[in-house]
């Protein structure tokens, strides 16, 4: 089974700073690499799929990049409503897949 | 508006049975894969099991932790996806959570409110 490490696990920052979320895997995935995003007591929402492709209705300060082992999430300037819990997920071997552990986005 | 309503959660003792159900609205439930994700209370997210289209031969693949022990099928003329769990265990108890599953994207773009079960005597 694949395994996929995030980091850090808590990232504290302040409204209009930059994030930087990263995440690993134990083998190569290509490119079949998903982000989302989980506020308290809600379902998640699908940010990047592909790695680098944001889904519809998503802000463009939200981006990804990477392939292979080593991926990143990066919102270039923090929104109030940002804060939140976000997870990596790979299903290199569809439809099995594995999500990371999450990192928690926390204000400062 | 494209939605996910998940129904059937509940408290059920060890080794019992119980089925979710989720409903789906605006979108033409028939062309969509879905899957069933899970969320242990306080954890991260597991995914589940999953089911194709009927397009694709509507079959199902599981996590190896409910292999065996759950089900999932679909009524396409209901928009329905159910989730059958047999023989539940503590480690069951979680938040389950339906979802469209997108082949072209491998990703779920949609998902439901969630749906808690509680395994306990």
């Known amino acids: 089974e694949i395994v996929l490490t995030q980091s850090p696990a808590t990232l504290s920052l302040s409204p209009g700073e930059r994030a930087t979320l990263s995440c690993r895997a134990s083998q190569s995935v290509s490119s079949y690499l998903a982000w989302y995003q989980q506020k308290p007591g809600q379902a998640p929402r699908l940010l990047i799929y592909d790695a680098s492709n944001r889904a519809t209705g998503i802000p463009a300060r939200f981006s990804g990049s990477g392939s292979g082992t080593d991926f990143t999430l990066t919102i270039s300037s923090l929104e109030p409503e940002d804060f939140a819990v976000y997870y990596c997920q790979q299903r290199s071997n569809w439809p099995r897949g594995t999500f990371g552990q999450g990192t928690k986005v926390e204000i400062k | 508006e494209v939605q996910l309503v998940e129904s059937g959660g509940g408290l059920v003792q060890p080794g019992r049975s119980l089925r979710l159900s989720c409903t789906a609205s605006g979108f033409t439930f028939g062309d969509y894969a879905m899957s069933w994700v899970r969320q242990a209370p306080g954890k991260g997210l597991e995914w589940v099991g999953f089911?194709?289209?009927?397009?694709?031969?509507?079959?199902?693949e599981y996590a190896a932790s409910v292999k065996g022990r759950f089900t999932i099928s679909r009524d396409d003329s209901e928009s329905i996806a159910y989730l059958q769990m047999n023989s539940l265990k503590t480690e069951d108890t979680a938040v389950y959570y339906c979802s469209r599953d997108l082949d072209t994207a491998r990703a779920f773009d949609i998902w439901g409110q969630g749906t808690m079960v509680t395994v306990s005597s």
């Open positions: 089911i194709r289209s009927k397009a694709y031969g509507g079959t199902t």
